[in-house]
């Protein structure tokens, strides 16, 4: 009997993971999903992940805590205000400090222990908020840094680093969402939660809104304000 080939999916919630684990499982992959819990402003975002691990058929679902409050230095773990005034140039005060570097370490500790060979991220470099640890580049050296870095790798064993959703625009993620069948409205992506409910002015907020609108499909989401 051959056994399914794994992959550990970082997961945070958001619409892009969730995607990225839906191609993971359309590939026939058996899904490890990592969820960090870093003490980030949106833990709402922890709920969204569990619903869609389960949808999903995860065979495991690890949700590992790292308070990340501790180093601070972003408004997602420090006490500085979210951003509603629109997406700007250059990289917003929401970055938080080589956070892709580290969930991706995490996930290569996992998919070495496990034996899956496969690193699954869902990073954007099109319509995204200016994240230097999303850039095609970073994917690239990680995937170096991993293959010199781990017994696995030197051995010959190598990983790989996927990012699917690299080139795509969010109404391409949108439409991907929907062509896997997948509830959008199970996703997270608001960085400041009022009431339950996505704010609708962060730079995620607006991001998401301008993805299903330029993919003509209907916005699931629940704003306190629709963005514009």
Not at 44 to 54: D, F, H, K, P
Request: some cysteine; aromatic content about 6%; charged content about 20%.
């Amino acid at each position: 009997m051959v056994e399914t080939e794994k992959a550990v999916v970082l997961l945070s919630g958001g619409l892009d993971s969730m995607v990225v684990a839906g191609l993971a499982r359309e590939a026939g992959l058996g899904i490890v999903a990592l969820t960090v819990d870093y003490n980030q402003r949106h833990q709402i975002e922890l709920t969204a992940a569990a619903r869609i691990a389960e949808t999903l058929g995860a065979e495991r679902h690890i949700v590992l805590p790292i308070d990340l409050t501790k180093f601070g230095g972003s408004a997602l773990t420090d006490d500085i205000a979210v951003p509603k005034d629109g997406v700007q140039p250059g990289i917003p005060v929401t970055y938080v400090p080589a956070r892709n570097t580290i969930f991706l370490s995490l996930a290569l500790g996992l998919a070495e222990a496990t034996g899956a060979r496969r690193l699954h991220i869902g990073v954007n470099a099109l319509d995204y908020s200016g994240y230097p640890d999303c850039r095609p580049a970073f994917i690239d050296q990680f995937e170096a840094l991993a293959n010199i870095a781990t017994r696995a790798g030197v051995e010959g064993d190598r990983f790989r680093v996927h990012a699917p959703l690299l080139h795509m625009t969010k109404a391409d993620i949108a439409s991907e969402a929907a062509r896997l069948g997948l509830d959008a409205g199970m996703s997270w992506s608001c960085y400041d939660p009022q009431d339950g409910r996505h704010c609708g002015s962060c730079d995620s907020c607006r991001l998401r809104a301008k993805g299903f609108d330029e993919a003509g499909l209907p916005d699931p989401t629940a704003y306190v304000v629709r963005p514009t």
